[in-house]
């Protein structure tokens, strides 16, 4: 009797296994098939972001900052280029929100609530500095309470990291 409820366990585990195999060969297949699926002009877009470089020099930053661009390298890099975020179009608080929250749900990015905000923090910081062209293009453009609110967003950031 334990003999036979023995075998049915382990029946029941090779067959769990497979289905497990058989389920990361294709969501291994399903990332691979999204980065081919790209339309032609995302695909252009991002390349034309991965051309550009691939670090950025935060010497002159806050150290927190320069921790946060410790934890962005780390994470960002297991998945892509860094030059692609670094040279996105992608400057103003809400846009790296949206971008990293979307990191932060692919499969087997590992990036955790505590990483992703400080990434999110680098990114917003960076972009204020290094992006401040982008960054005032797109305030003349923005309504009145986008752009307010993106302006509170980034004076809270340089508010915490800044020197008094």
């Known amino acids: 009797m334990k003999e036979m409820t023995l075998m049915k366990m382990t029946t029941k585990l090779a067959a769990l296994l497979d289905r497990a195999a058989a389920l990361g060969v294709t969501g291994a297949g399903l990332g691979r098939a ?3 699926a790209m339309d032609a002009e995302t695909k252009a877009r991002v390349e034309r972001f991965e051309k550009g470089p691939a670090t950025i020099d935060v010497s002159k930053y806050p150290d927190g900052i320069k921790e946060n661009y410790e934890v962005f390298s780390k994470k960002c890099s297991q998945c892509h280029k860094l030059s692609r975020p670094i040279n996105s179009d992608y400057s103003l608080p809400d846009e790296w929100s949206r971008y990293i929250k979307r990191m932060m749900y692919k499969p087997g990015s590992n990036i955790s609530a505590a ?11 960076d ?11 797109k305030f003349a453009k923005a ?5 307010s609110a993106a302006e509170t967003k980034i004076k809270e950031l340089h508010d915490k990291y800044d020197a008094k």
């Open 34 to 36: 999204s980065a081919q």
């Open 115 to 125: 990483d992703g905000k400080k990434i999110y923090e680098f990114l917003a910081y």
């Open 127 to 137: 972009s204020s500095i290094r992006k401040k062209a982008m960054v005032d293009d």
């Open 143 to 147: 309504k009145p309470e986008e752009k």
